[in-house]
């Protein structure tokens, strides 16, 4: 059965003219959870238990997922980690032929999807990760991360929702390589990537179709 789905402190444009695989946009969304609520009359669904969900090259995981398509039919997916762990996001990035196979990567307690915008929105002690390969080459923190995925534009916020001024640290951190790494005129010390916060495992299969 299928199912249909802030004042930046900081913008950041990731070195390099590369941007996200375009082509996930287009793509169905599969969902593997262990339990599954549907409304059909609402269009929502929510998804719970070791949730993993791919479209594309996207990978996301958590907790629980909901998902609901507006009136346009686009989705729009939430996803929450367990208790003091964070979701976890995944996506390839468009690169030329030959060229090495680059990645992004996020982790917060909540990431929101908006397939209408095809925005990621990483939502408390939010984290990115640019890879090449498996080596880190940037690295972002703060307490909202958005990311678009057609113009390759973060905006970072240091201050958490609800939080008071001076919570929670309120800082934006990053660390950018400089351009001359892409080229090969510098390389950055390999920093392996965290590990998914769940494993893919058999669940309740449903394909979802944008």
């Not at 444009?13 to 609520?37: C, H, Q, T, W, Y």
């Amino acid at each position: 059965m299928k199912y249909p789905f802030l004042i930046p402190l900081l913008l950041v444009v990731l070195s390099g003219s590369v941007f996200a695989e375009k082509a996930d946009r287009g793509k169905p969304m599969n969902i593997e959870a262990d339990a599954l609520r549907h409304d059909d009359l609402k269009q929502t669904s929510v998804f719970t238990g070791r949730v993993v969900v791919t479209k594309g090259s996207i990978v996301l995981r958590g907790a629980r997922m909901d998902v609901r398509q507006d009136a346009d039919g686009y989705q729009h997916g939430v996803v929450t980690a367990e208790p003091g762990k964070r979701a976890f996001f995944r996506q390839k990035r468009d690169t030329p032929p030959g060229a090495p196979s680059e990645f992004i990567e996020g982790e917060s307690e909540v990431i929101e999807y908006d397939g209408r915008t095809d925005n990621v929105r990483f939502v408390r002690r939010a984290e990115m990760r640019k890879l090449r390969e498996s080596v880190v080459t940037d690295e972002l923190s703060g307490g909202v991360i958005v990311y678009n995925n057609l113009t390759d534009v973060f905006s970072v916020e240091g201050q958490q929702p609800g939080a008071k001024t001076g919570e929670g640290g309120g800082r934006v951190k990053a660390v950018l390589s400089p351009k001359e790494a892409a080229s090969g005129a510098a390389t950055p010390a390999p920093r392996p990537s965290a590990a998914p916060t769940a494993a893919p495992t058999p669940g309740a299969s449903q394909g979802v179709t944008p």
